[in-house]
């Protein structure tokens, strides 16, 4: 899936519309990514406990 916007440092839009909060530890990651970057989708098996909703994990495909 690619990016379709990162204006602002902590949100992510992906090609399908999504929008993706990112963690603040990550920041410096993402701001590298590109639009032409694929990234890859993957939940969390299990909530962690004080969490409201399961982690997601968006990962560039090697490539």
Do not use: Y
């Amino acid at each position: 899936m690619k990016i379709r916007s990162h204006s602002e440092s902590h949100i992510v839009e992906l090609e399908d519309g999504s929008k993706w909060q990112v963690f603040p530890g990550d920041l410096d990651l993402t701001l590298a990514w590109k639009p032409e970057t694929d990234l890859a989708v993957a939940v969390a098996d299990a909530i962690p406990p004080g969490a409201a909703e399961a982690p997601i994990c968006l990962q560039p495909i090697p490539g």
